[in-house]
T-cell receptor
Framework: GAVVSQHPSRVICKSGTSVKIECRSL??????MFWYRQFPKQSLMLMAT?????????EQGVEKDKFLINHASLTLSTLTVTSAHPEDSSFYIC???????????FGSGTQLSVL | KQEVTQIPAALSVPEGENLVLNCSFT??????LQWFRQDPGKGLTSLLL?????REQTSGRLNASLDKSSGRSTLYIAASQPGDSATYLC????????????FGKGITLSVRP
């Protein structure tokens, strides 16, 4: 089956630093990838849709200057949390569309803790 | 605006029991519905995807049904095992130009040995 690799799985950083999360489709090309965040005991919330070669589409309430998304190739999308603060601590998950039936495959997630 | 509801939020059953997890959605104009499994601190694993034109999908001990007109889907797990303990989320992909994937909050299942 299709595999989406997300790295790193866990990151702890100081407040004010920037953190980059990578999402790779390993055995297929993904023109569209999605970034979600999940707070404990809450549902996944879509942050943005990442399209290869064009600007990402952000959901309402998500700051595009804070959460920079780059989808420079058909197999890689990155999410950079700029000047991270403790309230940005969350679980971030990416997903990619695979196949004609648009099945979603998810990365393993990144637990971000900002001190 | 699409809303996806999963009730109850948590469920505990003894091993071997057959069980049904429910999912309801408010807007029946969907493209497909997917069931996922999430282990603590992990990403999602796709279990079953049902296209809007389909009624059910089966994979091993799992069977998912879709009744679009009533806005309901069920995930049936046969002969539950402790390894099935996880959070199960359903998500619907809205039809239309600005389609989005909307998730329920999930059902946390605990299967007792």
């Amino acid at each position: 089956g299709a595999v989406v690799s997300q790295h790193p799985s866990r990151v702890i950083c100081k407040s004010g630093t920037s953190v980059k999360i990578e999402c790779r489709s390993l055995d297929f090309q993904a023109t569209t990838m999605f970034w979600y965040r999940q707070f404990p005991k809450q549902s996944l919330m879509l942050m943005a849709t990442s399209n290869e070669g064009s600007k990402a589409t952000y959901e309402q309430g998500v700051e595009k200057d804070k959460f920079l998304i780059n989808h420079a190739s058909l197999t890689l999308s990155t999410l950079t949390v700029t000047s991270a603060h403790p309230e940005d601590s969350s679980f971030y998950i990416c997903s990619a569309i695979h196949g004609m039936n648009e099945k979603l495959f998810f990365g393993s997630g990144t637990q971000l803790s900002v001190l | 605006k699409q809303e996806v509801t999963q009730i109850p939020a948590a469920l505990s059953v003894p091993e071997g029991e057959n069980l049904v997890l429910n999912c309801s959605f408010t807007d029946s104009a969907i493209y497909n519905l997917q069931w996922f499994r999430q282990d603590p601190g992990k990403g999602l694993t796709s279990l079953l995807l049902i296209q809007s034109s389909q009624r059910e999908q089966t994979s091993g001990r799992l069977n998912a049904s879709l009744d679009k007109s009533s806005g309901r889907s069920t995930l049936y797990i046969a002969a539950s095992q402790p390894g099935d303990s996880a959070t199960y989320l359903c998500a619907v992909w809205d039809a239309g130009a600005n389609s989005k994937l909307t998730f329920g909050k999930g059902i946390t299942l605990s299967v007792r040995p």
